[in-house]
């Protein structure tokens, strides 16, 4: 079946540690890809998109995504994380057909130690 | 950014009963909007697709008699749940495209969390 694929549902890290979640996803085509952070009680923010151009995409809070088409992967980065970082990042795809729907990957809740 | 809104934000209801939730798009006009489920702990489960002037799609496994979707005008989205049972107890999204089409972002409002007791 056609899904996005966040690999690491639980990470834990250290403040200042450096931080890489991976998204996958198996729709063939063109898609629009998106990273999205839930903090506790909270709704959801858009971090980051991609529609085209550059597969560098820098978001909010020092948040970067690469986009790499042939490894149908848009992974999302963070070189130094703080404990205000905490949340739960959900990676999510809109395909170019079928009303454009965005369909979310499973997530992925990130702790950081202080 | 566009602002979509929720209404209402929490919603306590008796076994049984409806509750409808609705979602406005504030400031821009949205010809689809998206409503999605998300449980405790768990991802976003995307329920139906919903269309102005037209009948909702659903996804594969969504009871249509149980989630009424009702999209009558370009800024309001409702839905409906009837016969609330507390296995509905979740929480609720909707989202709203901004016209364009493909290549623009959906916007998500708030949430409203339904507690069916």
Redo the contacts between chains.
């Keep these: 079946a056609q899904s996005v694929s966040q690999h690491n549902h639980h990470v834990i890290l250290s403040e200042a540690a450096s931080l890489e979640l991976g998204c996958n996803y198996s729709y063939g085509g063109t898609v629009n890809l998106f990273w999205y952070v839930q903090y506790p009680g909270q709704h959801l923010q858009l971090l980051l998109k991609y529609f085209s151009g550059d597969p560098l995409v820098k978001g909010i809070k020092g948040f970067e995504a690469e986009f790499i088409k042939s490894k149908f992967s848009f992974n999302l980065r963070k070189p130094s994380v703080q404990w205000s970082d905490t949340a739960e990042y959900f990676c999510a795809v809109t395909r170019n057909t079928g009303g454009f729907k965005t369909i979310f990957g499973a997530g992925t809740r990130l702790f950081v130690k202080a | ?1 566009a602002v979509v809104s929720q209404h209402p934000s929490r919603v306590i209801c008796k076994s049984g009963t409806s509750v409808k939730i609705e979602c406005r798009s504030l400031d821009f006009q949205a010809t ?1 909007m ?1 409503w ?1 489920r998300q449980f405790p ?6 329920m139906a ?1 919903s ?1 102005e002037g037209s009948k909702a ?1 659903y996804e594969q496994g969504v009871e249509k008699d149980k989630f009424l979707i009702n999209h009558a005008s370009l800024t309001l989205s409702t839905l409906t749940v009837t016969s609330a049972h507390p296995e509905d107890s979740s929480f609720y ?1 909707c ?1 709203a ?1 901004v016209p364009g ?3 623009t ?2 916007f ?4 409203t969390r339904l507690t069916v007791v």
């Design positions: 950014g689809t998206f999605y702990k768990k991802s976003l489960m995307l697709t269309n799609t999204i989202s495209r089409g493909f290549g972002e959906a998500f409002g708030q949430g």
